[in-house]
C-alpha cells in the first residue's frame, strides 16, 4: 500500500479506536424519558417525577397461586419474611397482623399530634361523650376486638382513626392471617423498592431478588405446586429494556446477514464486502458516541432505529464500487458525488427536522441519523477509494445493470395504473382523515394485553394506588408546604364527605406541620380540668372515669412531649410515604396529594369540575396524569407534524435552488408524496392507527426517497443512466429497504412503526421515481 493509504487507514483506525473508547462509557437506557418532555409544564412535570421517582413507579405487585389457602399463606408469610430485611426494599406487606406493629406502635404513642380529630371540641364535655360512646359502639364489631386493648389509653378512638387512613380506604380481601385476591385463589404481597422508577438495574435486580427468593420458599415441604406472578411499572422497565436489547440483537443481525447475501451476490468479492462495512461501522459508531456526548444517554429505541441506518448506510458503498466501475474515481467523484451529495443533503434536512422536537427520543433518532449518514457519507467519499486502491470495483456490474434496463425503460408505462392507485390512496385518507391517528401515548408501549390485565387485576385485587388523580402544591420550604398541604386537604375532605371521592393522600397525615402540631398540643386540656371533663361526660356510661387514667397520662404526656420530626418515623414505613408525598425539589418543596375516585364511581372517574372547584384559592393545582398524558401525546403529534412540513419544505427549497426547474423539481418531489399517500392509506386500510413514529417514518421516506429521485433526474438533463447507474440505484434502494423493513417484525412499537412505514415506502418511491421521471424530449 502507498503511504496515502497506510495515512488514511492509520486515520480511521484512530478515529474508530476513540470512538469505541467513548462508547465504553456512554450510558444506555430503555427507560420513559424516551417518552417524556425535555422542557416540561408544570404539571408535566409531577408526570415526570412520577414516573421517574413516585411511590407508585417503586411499586412491584406480587401474587401467589396453586395449594390452598393455608399453603398459599405460608409461602407468603416465608416470602415477606426473606424480603424484609433486604435493603432492595422500604417496604414489603403481606397483611400480617404483626408487620404493623411498629406502625401501630408509632401512632399510638403520637396520636394526639397526627389525629385530624384532636381539637378544643374534641375534649369538651360534649365531644368527650360522643368519642367514648363511639369507642364503645365499636368493641362490638370485630374491628373493635384489635383496639379493645387500648380503650383505656384511647377512648376517644384516635388511634382507630389513624389506622383505618393507612390503607388509604381499601383494604385487600384477607384470608388465613394473609392478604388474598378477590376470589380467593391467591395470597397477595405488595412491595415498595428503594430503587427509583427509572433505575432499570435496580428494578431488575429485585425482580430477581423476589423471584429468587420465592424459589427458595417453595423448596419447603408442601408448596412445590405454587406459582408466582408479578406486575409493576418497575417490572415493564426491566421487560421492556430486555425486549428491546434482544430486538436490536436480532434485528441488527438479521439485516446484516440479508444485506450480505444481497451484496456477495452482487459483490462476488470478499474484499468489497469488507470495504463495505468501513462506512457502516463508522456512520453506526459516530452517531451512538455522538448521540452520547450531547444527551449523556442512548436510548435503546435510538440504538434500535441504528439497525435501518445500515440500509442507508451502505447505499454509499454501493454507488462507489458499481459507479466508480468503468470511469475510475476522479471521474466518479465528478460525474456522480454531486448526485449523491444533494442525496445526503435533503436525508440531513429530513432528519435534522427532528432535532427540534421537545420529545427527546425523536430528538435523539434525528441526531442519531444525521451523525450516521454523514459519517458514511464522508468515509465514503476521502476514505474508501484510498482503502479500496486502484481497480478495486465491481467487475461485471454493466451486465448486472442490463437487467434492470427493461424495468426502467417500461416503468413510465405504469404510470396510468399508480395514478389510479395515488387517487384512491388519496380518497381513502380524506374519508378517514378523522381517524387516522391513535389518539395516546399507550400505542407506543411495549406492555403486552396480557401484561395489563394482569396488572390490572392485581392492582384490583390489592387496592393499589394507581396516581391518576392528583393535587400539587409548591411551597418555598417543607413547613410552608406542610402547611398547604393541610390547607388544600380541608375542601377534599368535605368532598370525601359527600361521597364524590373516595379519599386523598398527604404527607401532613403522618407529618403535620410545626403550626398544627402546636394547635393539637394547645387543644390538650391539663389533667384535672380533663378529668373533670371525663367525669361528667360519663357519669352515665358503662365505661368509669377511673378506669381511664392511662388516658389522662397520656395525654399530659403528649401536653410536654416534642414535635414530631421526618427522622422521627424511620423505622415505621411511614416515612417512605412521607417522602413519595414530599419531595425536594432544586427550586423548593413540592407536596402530592394523590386523589382516589368514590368506590361505585363509573370508570373509576372523579367529578374534575368538582375538585377544581373545591381546590380554587388553596395554592393547589389538579392534575389528570391521564390527562396530561393524552395532551402531551396531542403536542407531539402537532409538533412532529409541523416539524415535518418545515423538514419537506426546507428539501423543497433546497432542490428549487439546485434544479433550478418547476419541471424537475416535481419529478423529483411528486413521486416521494405519492409513495407517502400510498404507504400511509395502505397502513391504515390493514387496520393500522397511525402514530407518533409514523409520522417519523413518513418524514424519513422523503428523506430516503429523495436520493433515488434524483439520479432520476439526470434523465431530465438528457443524460443516459448507464448500466452501473441502474444497478446500483437497484441495490441501494433494496439495502435500504431491508434495513427498515426488518423493523416490521419487531415487538416494539416504536421500531415497528417505522419499519412497516420506510421499508414500503422506500420501495415505492424508486417505483415512482423511474415512473413519473422527466424525461429530455429527444431531438
Known amino acids: 500500500m502507498t503511504r496515502s493509504v497506510w495515512r488514511a487507514l492509520l486515520i480511521w483506525l484512530a478515529a474508530m479506536a476513540l470512538g469505541l473508547g467513548l462508547l465504553w462509557n ?26 421517574r421517582e413516585g411511590a407508585v413507579s417503586r411499586l412491584l405487585m406480587v401474587a401467589i397461586a396453586g395449594g390452598d389457602a393455608a399453603q398459599r399463606a405460608d409461602a407468603s408469610r416465608a416470602l415477606r419474611a426473606s424480603l424484609a430485611g433486604n435493603e ?36 369538651s364535655v360534649e365531644g368527650l361523650r360522643s368519642a367514648v360512646n363511639n369507642s364503645i359502639d365499636l368493641l362490638s364489631s370485630s374491628a373493635g376486638l384489635l383496639f379493645k386493648p387500648f380503650l383505656a389509653r384511647d377512648p376517644t378512638g384516635e388511634l382507630v382513626e389513624l389506622v383505618s387512613g393507612l390503607g388509604g380506604g381499601v383494604q385487600p380481601n384477607e384470608m388465613e392471617g394473609v392478604w388474598a385476591s378477590r376470589d380467593g385463589e391467591r395470597a397477595m404481597l405488595l412491595v415498595q423498592t428503594h430503587a427509583l422508577g427509572s433505575d432499570t438495574d435496580g428494578q431488575s435486580a429485585a425482580v430477581e431478588l423476589i423471584r429468587e427468593r420465592f424459589a427458595q420458599a417453595t423448596q419447603q415441604p408442601g408448596m412445590a405446586g405454587l406459582t408466582m406472578e408479578m406486575s409493576g411499572p418497575g417490572l415493564f422497565a426491566v421487560r421492556a ?7 436490536v440483537a436480532r434485528l441488527s443481525i438479521m439485516s446484516t446477514v440479508i444485506i450480505a447475501v444481497l451484496l456477495g451476490f452482487v459483490y462476488r468479492r470478499a474484499r468489497l464486502m469488507l470495504l463495505t462495512l468501513v462506512p457502516v461501522l463508522s456512520g453506526t459508531l459516530a452517531a451512538i458516541v455522538t448521540v452520547g456526548l450531547v444527551h449523556g444517554t442512548v436510548f435503546g429505541i435510538t440504538v434500535g432505529f441504528g439497525a435501518a441506518l445500515i440500509g442507508e448506510a451502505v447505499d454509499y458503498a454501493i454507488y462507489y464500487f458499481v459507479q466508480s466501475g468503468r470511469m475510475g474515481t476522479v471521474s466518479w467523484r465528478e460525474q456522480y458525488w454531486p448526485t449523491i451529495r444533494l442525496g445526503v443533503l435533503t436525508s440531513l434536512l429530513g432528519f435534522g427536522a427532528l432535532l427540534f422536537s421537545g420529545f427527546p427520543g425523536l430528538a435523539q433518532l434525528g441526531l442519531y441519523a444525521i451523525s450516521g449518514v454523514v459519517t458514511a457519507a464522508l468515509v465514503t ?29 417500461h416503468a413510465s408505462g405504469l404510470r396510468w395504473p ?16 378523522n381517524d387516522l391517528w391513535y389518539p395516546n401515548l399507550s400505542a407506543l408501549s411495549t406492555v403486552t394485553e396480557a401484561e395489563g390485565e394482569l396488572d390490572a387485576r392485581l392492582r384490583a385485587d390489592l387496592g393499589a394506588p394507581d396516581a391518576r388523580y392528583m393535587a400539587v402544591i409548591t411551597a418555598p420550604d417543607r413547613e410552608s408546604a406542610l402547611q398547604a398541604a393541610e390547607r388544600a386537604g380541608e375542601p377534599l375532605r368535605r368532598l370525601v364527605d359527600q361521597g364524590l371521592i373516595g379519599g386523598f393522600d398527604s404527607p401532613a397525615r403522618f407529618l403535620p406541620s410545626e403550626a398544627m402540631q402546636n394547635a393539637r398540643r394547645a387543644s390538650l386540656p391539663p389533667p384535672d380540668e380533663l378529668g373533670a371533663r371525663l367525669r361528667i361526660a360519663l357519669a352515665d356510661a358503662p365505661l368509669s372515669a377511673d378506669r381511664l387514667q392511662p388516658f389522662l397520662d397520656d395525654v399530659q404526656a403528649a401536653r410536654s412531649a416534642p414535635n414530631l420530626t421526618r427522622k422521627d418515623l424511620d423505622g415505621t414505613g411511614l416515612g417512605l410515604a412521607v417522602d413519595a408525598l414530599l419531595l425536594q425539589r432544586p427550586q423548593g418543596w413540592s407536596v402530592l396529594l394523590p386523589l382516589r375516585p368514590a368506590p361505585a364511581a363509573a370508570g373509576a372517574d372523579i367529578p374534575v369540575e368538582a375538585v377544581r372547584a373545591a381546590l380554587a384559592g388553596s395554592g393547589a393545582i389538579f392534575i389528570d396524569l391521564k390527562g396530561e398524558f393524552d395532551t402531551l401525546y396531542g403536542e407531539y403529534i402537532d409538533e412532529a407534524i409541523l416539524l415535518s412540513l418545515a423538514g419537506f419544505l426546507a428539501i423543497v427549497v433546497v432542490l428549487a435552488f439546485v434544479l433550478r426547474s418547476p419541471r424537475r423539481l416535481a419529478g423529483v418531489m411528486l413521486p416521494l408524496v405519492m409513495a407517502v399517500m400510498v404507504v400511509v392509506a395502505g397502513l391504515h386500510a390493514c387496520g393500522v392507527r397511525l402514530h407518533l413514529l409514523h409520522l417519523v417514518g413518513v418524514l424519513l421516506t422523503v428523506a430516503v426517497g429523495s436520493n433515488y429521485a434524483l439520479f432520476f433526474d439526470r434523465l431530465a438533463l438528457g443524460e443516459a443512466l448507464d448500466d452501473e447507474t441502474l444497478l446500483s440505484i437497484g441495490v441501494a434502494s433494496t439495502t435500504t429497504a431491508i434495513g427498515f423493513g426488518v423493523l416490521a417484525i419487531s415487538s416494539v412499537p416504536v421500531l415497528q412503526a417505522i419499519g412497516v412505514t420506510v421499508g414500503p415506502g422506500a420501495v415505492l418511491a424508486l417505483v415512482l421515481s423511474a415512473a413519473f421521471a422527466v424525461r429530455k424530449p429527444t431531438p
Open 241 to 247: 429494556r430486555a425486549t428491546i436489547q434482544e430486538e
Open 88 to 123: 432492595a426494599f422500604a417496604t414489603v406487606q403481606n397483611g400480617e397482623a404483626e408487620a404493623m406493629d411498629a406502625t401501630r406502635d408509632f401512632l399510638l404513642a403520637h396520636r394526639y399530634l397526627l389525629s385530624t380529630a384532636v381539637t378544643p371540641e374534641r375534649f
Open 418 to 433: 399508480l395514478l389510479v392507485v395515488v387517487l384512491v390512496a388519496g380518497v381513502y385518507l380524506a374519508q378517514h382523515r
Open 381 to 409: 467519499r476521502y476514505l474508501l477509494p484510498h482503502l479500496a486502491g486502484p481497480g478495486v470495483h465491481l467487475a461485471d456490474g454493466a451486465r448486472q445493470g442490463r437487467l434492470l434496463r427493461p424495468l426502467v425503460a
Open 26 to 51: 456512554t450510558r444506555f437506557s430503555a427507560d420513559v424519558s424516551f417518552f417524556l418532555p425535555s422542557n416540561p409544564t408544570a404539571e408535566q412535570s409531577v408526570m415526570v417525577d412520577q414516573l
